[in-house]
């Protein structure tokens, strides 16, 4: 090794003790160069991976976007499930005949969903007789809850439809339907199952269970750092709640002028982890709720304590938990963490979210984010994910 290049490293390793020991603000860094990085890999291949649906509740009500699980099983097991024909449409992208579909003339109120995984595809407010000999719709009950991939075969190209939860073959789109959207959802019965209006709680989804919460403490890819690893919590995404404008931005955001709050919106099994333990690790780990308008060196409203309410429930839940731990006398100064309506949330610019997660040596990370982790790890290691 030359003699630059090891000035260099002893350079860079000086910086980062010095900004470890020192009370950094995030603010420190110049945003437009702090960009996550990406995976080279697709996040719908990596294990565990979930995708945003709309999906029914127990009341028979679309509820949604929620996370839901992608549904990956062998040919053995789908086999087992479907029957020869569902099959071979289904997985094998095969093509049922024109104007034999069982579901072709059915004219009842209701939903189709797919037969494999039974995620909600399209409602027979958007189905229409194309003439072509298969069951059409003019769009899908919700674009997310399907899948666009482009097909080549036969010598032609094509889009075909996908279920985005299962990847089961569906059919093809075509620009040649009706008013509004112009589009043509060219669908095979045997991929889909239908349910009648009065019928719609059959299809309850688990993932209409999950529920959220918009917490907010400082820095929030610090936040959300803590919250990912732990078991039952679905999805936290970063963004901005609490301020006086209906758009928020990082930069409009970080002048404190709009009164938003960097905030992140857990979405969690209450059948898994309770509201109260969110709350425990918010308070104890996450943030300092002492601290008025700021988390350490990140001063300004946009970094304060806040918890912003979905509802009464949510609200006296928080209360109640915040006397509670006023009276253990267990920080030495008032929590300072206020209670405020949600109204609105804001998704965070694409490099802000899993921050931490990409980006596991970039300073400010090392020196404010990861500590937290780490007590995390320590202290609450029997409620995280393997």
Known sequence: MNISRIITVLAALALAVYLTQAGISRGWFNSGEAHAQESNMSENDKPGATIPVHVFNKAGKLVGPVKSAKVVKTDEQWKEQLTPEQYRVLRKEGTEKPFCGTLLDNKKQGVYACAACGLPLYTSDSKFNSGTGWPSFFQPI????????????????????????CNGHLGHVFNDGPAPTGMRHCLNSESLTFTDNDKLADLADPASEHATVVLAGGCFWCTEAVFEPVEGVVDVVSGYSGGVEDSARYDAVSSGQTKHAEAIQITYNPNIISYDKLLELFFHVAHDPTQLNRQGNDVGTQYRSAIFYADDEQKQATQAYIKQLDASGEFDKPIATTLEPLTKFFIAEKDHQDFVRLNPNQPYVRAVALPKVKKLKKQYREILKD
């Not at 919700?142 to 939860?165: F, H, K, L, M, W």
């Open 142 to 165: 919700s674009p997310g809850n399907i899948a666009e991939q482009r097909d080549e075969s036969y010598g032609q190209v094509r889009t075909e439809i996908e279920c985005a939860r």
